[in-house]
């Protein structure tokens, strides 16, 4: 339980540090710049620890699917950037994806 709970951790981190790579204007803006070194060594670290518990393409799965959707939802409420259905359903299927992988993962034996 602890692995799952560093690896939304990391998740969050990454959202955070992807979203601050807007604000940074290629790199040129102290702040953000910080955010997104600061996070992203965060986000791996914490990334780095889950996978002592969590197999690399489980955790992998819900990074990219979490991360993604995570990341869409902060671009538009903090810069309006809106979604045709099509990508919204897009997004609905990457989540499931990341659900099912985990719902389904048989332990190796």
Known sequence: MKSVLLLLIAIISEVIATCALKESAGFTRLLPTLI???????????FTISLEQIPLGIAYAVWSGLGTAGTILVSNLLWNEKLQLVQMAGIVLIIVGSVMVNLFNQPST
């Open 36 to 46: 997104v070194i600061i996070g992203y060594g965060i986000a791996f670290y914490l």
